[in-house]
């Protein structure tokens, strides 16, 4: 049962009911906790620091994926360790904690690596896209996001390859290829169409805005940034 609201809390995430996700973890975390299901606790708790972070809730976001490592590590799973500080690494970017993201990446591609887990690979790599876009090394970005987006390529993994797609877009728009900048932010809304994504796609479309109002369309920018704020704000 604790995994079931567990999975729940995952579908409704995926579809940005952030406040129906949020009640079904903290059900399926009860239950767990009553059974003492460790790689249950686990997984909850990681799932709980992403929606902590996505409300821009860090210290909470940093309890929760504390305590997912905590729970992971009791019984080795691999993939659960990897995971978490993967998600341990986009927090520090997110706060400017820049070596100590680097330092989560590594150590959640080496375990990865070591395991032979290509999904998380592709989503380190391209999560380590942004610590290089925001520590202003574009050629490193791009070497991480084209790894990344290969190995999402062939598990034909369509939310990883739109996340790629939106770091390029952020890419190019740094480096001046606006035009290059907005057919990838392009491509990576459309695949969020195909699979729901809207934190990605709440991002790439607030990246198509400014890299719209640099072209001077100033009227489509506007329009686009008011898509880019209704998903935020469902995200809340």
């Known amino acids: ?4 609201l567990n999975g729940l809390g995952i579908i409704s995430q995926e579809r940005g009911n952030i406040e129906a996700a949020a009640g079904y973890y903290e059900g399926a975390r009860e239950l767990a906790v009553a059974v003492d299901d460790v790689l249950g606790l686990g997984n909850i708790h990681q799932n709980l620091g992403t929606l902590a972070n996505i409300r821009g809730r860090t210290n909470e976001a940093r309890s929760h994926y504390s305590r997912a490592l905590g729970f992971f590590e009791e019984i080795d799973h691999q ?10 690494g986009m927090l520090h970017v997110d706060t400017k904690c820049f070596p100590d993201a680097q330092v989560c990446f590594d ?20 999560n380590r ?30 939310r990883t390859k739109a996340d790629a ?28 169409q195909a699979t729901p994504n ?15 109002r640099a072209l001077n369309n100033n009227r489509e920018a506007l329009e686009t940034l008011y898509q880019a704020y209704t998903v935020f704000s469902r995200l809340n």
């Open 129 to 158: 896209t942004e610590l290089f876009i925001e520590t202003g090394d574009p050629q490193a970005a791009r070497i991480s996001c084209d790894e990344g987006y290969e190995i999402a390529c062939t598990l034909s993994d369509n």
């Open 79 to 88: 993939r659960g360790i990897a995971g978490v500080l993967n998600n341990l």
């Open 107 to 126: 150590r959640a591609m080496e375990i990865s690596s070591l395991s032979g887990d290509l999904l998380t690979q592709s989503i380190v790599h391209t």
């Open 198 to 212: 809207p934190l990605t796609e709440a991002e790439a479309r607030r990246d198509l805005a400014l890299v719209l």
């Open 1 to 4: 049962a604790s995994r079931a």
């Open 165 to 192: 797609l939106k770091l390029y877009g952020m890419i190019y728009r740094n480096t001046g290829k606006l035009h290059l900048a907005k057919s990838h932010l392009e491509q990576a809304i459309a695949f969020t």
